[in-house]
């Protein structure tokens, strides 16, 4: 396990053993929407922020994830699908683990919609990918969602530690999943999951405050950091914002003092 060992000291802080990843493949599911108009640009303004990797497809990477001045760690996302698909909750390869090492990735990550027509579809997915992961010694970061007919609230703790540790007990290396909304409640699904659990930023929140509260419930109740995307590059100042965040994630800086950062 040690190339696993080795590629995951990439993406983690080696010191607080926490990570703050920016997702950016939003492209393919809903196309170039605001903050993702220039990749380039906006791939070096959170970098020069400080998130310790960025996650994005394939076709992507050539936007020069590392030419902003300061190097990061590479995830490269396997599966994709479209709003305007039929089953917008379907999701299919589109890249394998190879193909991401051969661009020089660091990890790899897939998205599985649990309760979807597709689940097993997708689990098959997942069980591929962790077992090609293990070959190759690729660490594995599996979005985990509980999305379709019969999930009334995907934010439910029992869905959400359910779909955390579904990605753990198949391989993953690394789970992201959704803020239950309290302390208490996260810490079910952190407790529940044998591998390092971040939390994802969903759609663009109504103000900083939000966000960053958000933030420090995942981190007390176990949370190794956060995968933030929208509320990160389509922030008016996306530099300043990931600066804030990583000071919380890595330095323990509170909501507040997060506040009054952004504000320098």
């Known amino acids: 396990m040690v190339g696993k060992k080795i590629r995951l000291e990439r993406i983690f802080d080696r010191n607080s053993g926490r ?20 990749m380039k640009e ?5 970098v020069k922020g400080g998130a310790n990797a960025i996650l994005m497809h394939k076709g992507i990477v050539h936007a020069g994830h590392r030419e902003s001045g300061r190097d990061v760690g590479l995830i490269v996302h396997l599966s994709g699908g479209t709003v305007i698909s039929p ?15 051969k661009l020089g990735a660091d990890a790899v990550s897939v998205h599985i919609n649990l309760g979807a027509e ?23 970061l599996a979005m985990m969602y509980t999305r379709g007919e019969k999930i009334t609230n995907e934010y439910d703790v029992e869905n959400v530690k359910h779909a955390a540790r579904v990605g753990a007990e198949l391989g993953a290396d690394i789970v992201k999943v959704v803020y239950t909304g309290s302390v208490e ?33 995942a981190l007390r109740a176990g949370a190794k950091g956060l ?31 997060a506040l009054e950062e952004l504000k320098k």
């Open 19 to 38: 990570t703050v990843i920016v997702p950016m493949d939003h492209g393919v599911t809903v196309g170039p929407i605001a903050g993702l108009e220039n």
């Open 42 to 46: 906006a791939v070096g303004r959170v």
């Open 87 to 101: 089953d917008p909750n379907a999701k299919e390869l589109v890249c394998g683990v190879e193909e991401a090492l």
């Open 118 to 140: 597709t689940e097993s579809e997708m689990l098959g997915q997942l069980g591929y990918v962790s077992g090609c992961c293990m070959e190759w010694q690729v660490p594995l």
């Open 185 to 217: 409640s996260f810490s079910k699904v952190v407790d529940g999951c044998p591998v390092p659990v971040v939390i994802a930023g969903g759609e663009k929140m109504g103000s900083e405050k939000e966000i960053f509260e958000m933030v420090d419930g």
């Open 227 to 257: 995968s933030i995307g929208r509320n990160v590059f389509q922030h008016e100042q996306p530099g300043k914002m990931i600066g804030a965040l990583s000071k919380m994630v890595h330095d323990g800086m509170s909501v507040d003092e």
